[in-house]
Nanobody, 129 residues
Framework: QLQLVESGGGLVQPGGSLRLSCAASGVTVDSYGIGWFRQAPGKEREGVSC????????NYADSVKGRFTISRENAKNTVYLQMNSLKPEDTGIYYCAARSGGPLLRSMCGMISSSFGSWGQGTQVTVSS
């Protein structure tokens, strides 16, 4: 069974950077598209970024384009989210998730949460001075 564990969150000042990691275990993650989501207090969960199984396709929410970069190292069974120029509005719990469905569907990039079947427990990111 695929399990995901996020790490790398913390407290950072505005303008700072963090790199989140999503480590998979139980199943090799190289056949799964992976998404990053976040949920701020009092708000709904939103898609932040996604990457296809091969890494050849990525997508970003408009609010993070040009600041966040998603990447993956399938040999390490890990997906990363590099976050630069952080803003207070980036504060929230960040989750990674693996696409569900058949082999073709689950390999794809996507940012609709209902398309994801395996979720990590989340890591807190706080951007504050």
């Amino acid at each position: 069974q695929l399990q995901l564990v996020e790490s790398g969150g913390g407290l950072v000042q505005p303008g700072g950077s963090l790199r989140l990691s999503c480590a998979a275990s139980g199943v090799t993650v190289d056949s799964y598209g992976i998404g990053w989501f976040r949920q701020a207090p009092g708000k709904e969960r939103e898609g932040v970024s996604c990457i296809s199984s091969s890494g050849g396709s990525t997508n970003y929410a408009d609010s993070v384009k040009g600041r966040f970069t998603i990447s993956r190292e399938n040999a390490k069974n890990t997906v990363y989210l590099q976050m630069n120029s952080l803003k207070p509005e980036d504060t929230g719990i960040y989750y990674c998730a693996a696409r569900s469905g058949g082999p073709l569907l689950r390999s794809m990039c996507g940012m609709i949460s209902s398309s994801f079947g395996s979720w990590g427990q989340g890591t807190q990111v706080t951007v504050s001075s």
